[in-house]
């Protein structure tokens, strides 16, 4: 494939024809907000809409994960309905997030916290609903437990887990109750912690930080169960 | 290429099938798709056989499928020899015995239980001449409900694969420009043209092309494919098959959803005997042409209707949509070009080709030809399925063809096109049914359900049940659809039951515009369109519900109250007492009844208790409208008994 110009924010950048939008835009230093993007996985998950872009000739945003480059073409990352949708993913993100983080094993590096200083957006998000599903981690692997409470669904865990061939983790159930569900399927310690590395935030964590994460759920599930 | 003249395969049907084709013996038709079982028609098909036994009359009594009359199940179809096909409505096992004596054994019409007459008849009327019959321009129902849906002969009878047979000595670009001619948009509910996505799919260099039926029909209260496929499925295998020549397929399947039991026998006999008659497999009727057709069942995710998440679920894969382009067309079924097209679409194609484009061509409007099989369900007079042509109006539709609303009722809105359409007012009755008039009112041609509502119908109320159902069926792959699909949800039911504020109304309305702007597939596009639609066409009545916590339809349970009105009751007259299930209504000292309004859980049970003469139980919303009672209910816990 040839090198072609394209423009992103009025900066003109040079890229290989078909190469995905979002790996050139960030080698160059243009960030575009993104969870469910593995640089490594060629097939786009293209789930947490995020990453929209709005491209010349297109009559509304397209996620630049799945846009490819082509000569001449113009981009811009932060028009109003770029940012607009992207508030409202992150809003809708947090509002089914437990927001904890001082208690989290990704306190400072976590993806959310990162976007929402980058877009504007507050953490404890109060003009919609909790959706938190407050349930218990998942222990069934050991090495690594997962915090539905805490998960993205950016199904990056999964889809690494099906490139090493280890089958550990999974999609489960439909609309707001989709989980990542767990199988003990005989993975090393090293390859389930390839998978933790690629959660952007604080979903799989190691073992022995689970008490320190969990109390805080384990409180307010026991509270809800007293109320009822 | 040597192949096997038409007419023969055409005259071996006919011989196989002498009896029904020149009809020797009485024929009795009983109506048995999934419609006409669930009236009983399975009773009415063994009281026919019996009785006919037991009488001693020779009689063929033949399982059929639907004529789309849902209203008037069970049907029976009674055609003597050189008599006219009678069509007898609502019948039950005593009036099947009794059409057998009294017509068939004795030849008196028993016009009693008559609907008419299916061809021209010096002694009945026409049922064609009935509005319900009149309007309608079949074209994929005109064999549904008068052939036998298990027996290929009987469809071959009636010029059945006489099409593929064409379509075989034609060129697969003829067969595609044919295609292109009539017109046909994909029935499915995009309404993308049939022909260019044909083209696009041949377009594409491969060793091997699939096509595929999408029979994966989910929408509450649509059932057009499913009564297609049980009552002419070979129609459907026949338009794939055309397809499959057209684009050079060599594997085709039918995506059926296995909640259609009766569906999955149908079309399973159906592929096993076109296989052994030669019209499917290898050198389909001499022509050198290959065609391997499998039934693939799918299991019940309304989203595995999306193209994408649709072929993710046959290849084993969480049925999850994924971005497109690649379109199917390039990258489909295990990475190979697939066309995947709707029943109704391949039924079309059967047509266009066995006809000619014009046929379908001539009806419809500028950009929507041909015809369209609509269900209509709900508040409307005469439920069931009817094809139309495009163009007619939906008032039309609901009111010279299916009578009008049900009890004499106001007309308030007409849902199409499922989940993803959007309701229609009656200020815009007039408005034609084609692909973009239906878009520009805010609602969608989706598959061809429509559910009609009436004035007791709360709008907020069936956003809510529509949205309930996107969030319920949402893959969960994408944000807007998972979690803002519950947003709406959450913001809806809160409004229904009076707990809304207006900052809500304007959070729905971005929330809305958002998840339309911003999901990854259509269904999370469409989602938002019952509740765009009822905001634009009924605001008023959730500005009612969470400014004056009044429900003007009467039906959010949280905003009505049950009261009843002293100068109707019956003194004496006990009817609603005894149905009340937590004892709230009490008697007062005239011996009239009143409602305790604390105990009481709005069922709505004393209303239907109530004789028809008094109707003295109302509903009243806002709850704070309620009249003070004339008494107090009495003493909580007075009559019990300790110990």
Known sequence: MSEVAIVIDDMEVKAKEGRRLIDVALEHGIFIPHLCHLPEIEDSYAGCRM???????????????????????MVRTDTPMVRRLQRSALRLLLSAH???????????????????????????????RDLCPRLPLDETLGHVLHDPNKCVHCGNCVRLSQRLGIGAFHFSRRGLKMRVSLFPSGASKEELERCMKVCPVGALIPAEFGKRQGDGIRKEIAKMSLME | MNMVPYDRIAQEAKDRFKEIAENTIPLLMVGTATCGLAQGARDVLVALKEESRRLGIEAEVREVGCLGHCYAEPLVVAKMPGTAPYLYGNVTPTKGSLILRRYV??????????????????????????????????????????????????????????????ALTMAPEAIIAEIARSGLRGRGGAGFPTALKWEACRSHIADQRIVICNADEGDPGAYMDRSILESNPHQVLEGLAIAARAVGASRGYIYLRAEYPLAIRRVKKAIEDATARGFLGKDIMGSGFDLHLTLFEGSGAFVC?????????????????????????????NGKPTLINNVKTLALVTHVIRDSAEAIASMGTEKSKGT?????????????????????????????????IQNQKGFKAVQIGGPSGGCIPEALLDTRIDYESLGSAGAMMGSGGMVVMDEEDCMVEVARFFVEFTQ???????????IGTKQMLEILGDITKGKGTSSDLKLLKELAEDIRMGSLCNLGGTAPNPVLTTLRYFEEEYRAHIGEQRCPALQCRELIAYYIIPDRCAAGCEACVGTCPTEAIYTMSTRKKAIDQGKCVRCGECVVACPPEYRAVTKISPRREVPPSLEPPPEQGGTEIHG
């Open chain 2, 472 to 482: 319920g069926e949402s893959c969960g792959k994408c944000t807007f659809c998972r």
């Open chain 2, 105 to 166: 054994r004795d030849g008196d019409p028993f016009l009693d239980f008559l609907m008419g007459s299916l061809e021209k008849d010096d002694v009945v009327p026409l049922v064609y001449d009935l509005p319900r019959f009149y309007f309608e321009k079949r074209v994929i129902l005109e064999l549904c409900g008068l052939i036998d849906p298990e027996d290929i002969d009987h469809y071959i009878a009636h010029m059945g694969y006489y099409a593929l047979h064409k």
């Open chain 2, 305 to 333: 209707g999306e193209e994408t998440a649709l072929i993710a679920s046959m290849e084993g894969e969480r049925g999850m949509p994924r971005h497109r382009p690649p379109y199917p067309a390039e990258r489909g079924l």
């Open chain 2, 372 to 404: 369209m099989v609509f269900s209509l369900v709900g508040k409307v007079e005469q439920q069931g399925l009817v094809e139309v042509p495009m163009g007619t109006t939906l008032r039309s539709l609901i009111f010279d063809i299916c009578g009008g």
């Open chain 1, 51 to 73: 990453c929209l872009v709005e491209v010349d000739g297109k009559a509304r945003p397209v996620t630049s994960c799945t846009e490819r480059v082509r000569p001449g073409m």
């Open chain 1, 98 to 128: 437990h927001v904890d983080c001082g208690n989290c094993y990704a306190n400072k590096r976590c993806a959310l916290q990162d976007l929402s200083k980058r877009l504007g957006v507050k953490l404890k998000v109060k003009e919609m």
